[in-house]
């Protein structure tokens, strides 16, 4: 079946725009999860979504960060006037449950590299 | 302090060799660890799930101490497609939350 798709994969942007990311989770999965990844850094999280609401918004990194989830389904993540250090691949996962007590794998899409000049 | 912390690499090893790899966490609360497994420029994917008893899949080995907050996974008989990073994952540990700390990878290559 499909898979959890992004979209753009690619955008460059001039520094100051703004930007929306698409995630397109993979159907019925109610968590989906942002993460970004910088040149040769770790995954750092963003945002989690629990169906249509965000109980952890702890790693956005600043007010010009805001994401939504409608439907239960798509999310986009909107970064507000860019700066060159939101350069990076950004990445949606879904996954199928979301409990602290299960292993749950997180499926990821294939991300969306963005690049700010 | 990091939250997960792994070694780098690389590490480069023939075909054919063992390599073992280790990763320590921070929250003595985390009840889900993972290795994901990373090629480069996609995404990253399961690799396994690590459980308390220590669990293998095939020529991968994981291994859980939770007395010392240390995961490892060994690979045996090393193949060149298991060129990859490799992430140590493991959960936040809250109750409201699923989310996923990931270290920034142990790079493995393995040549002829």
């Known amino acids: 079946g499909a898979g959890v798709s992004q979209s753009p994969s690619n955008k460059v942007t001039e520094k100051g725009k703004d930007v929306e990311l698409r995630c397109d989770p993979i159907?019925?999965?109610?968590?989906l999860y942002w993460y970004r990844q910088s040149l040769g850094q770790g995954l750092e999280f963003l945002i989690y979504?629990?169906?249509?609401?965000?109980?952890?918004k702890s790693g956005l990194p600043s007010d010009r960060f805001s994401a939504e989830r409608t439907g239960g389904s798509v999310s986009t993540l909107t970064i507000q006037r860019t700066q060159q250090e939101d350069s990076a691949v950004y990445l949606c996962?879904?996954?199928?449950?979301?409990?602290?007590?299960?292993?749950?794998?997180?499926?990821f899409g294939p991300g969306t590299r963005l690049t700010v000049t | 302090r990091k939250e997960v912390e792994q070694d780098p690499g690389p590490f480069n090893v023939p075909e054919g060799a063992t390599v073992a790899f280790n990763c320590t966490y921070s929250?003595?609360?985390?009840?889900?660890f993972f290795w994901y497994r990373q090629d480069c420029r996609k995404e990253p994917k399961l690799l396994m799930s690590?459980?308390?008893s220590g669990n293998e899949d095939g020529r991968f080995t994981a291994q859980l101490n939770r007395a010392s907050q240390y995961i490892s996974l060994l690979i045996r008989d090393s193949k060149l497609s298991d060129s990859a990073t490799y992430l140590c994952?493991?959960?936040?540990?809250?109750?409201?939350?699923?989310?996923?700390?990931f270290g920034t990878g142990t790079r493995l290559q393995v040549f002829p």
């Open positions: 159907s019925g999965h109610t968590a």
């Open positions: 979504f629990q169906g249509n609401s965000a109980p952890d």
């Open positions: 929250n003595s609360a985390s009840q889900s």
């Open positions: 690590v459980y308390s």
């Open positions: 994952v493991v959960n936040k540990g809250s109750l409201n939350t699923d989310k996923l700390i």
């Open positions: 996962a879904s996954s199928p449950i979301s409990s602290h007590t299960e292993h749950t794998e997180q499926y």
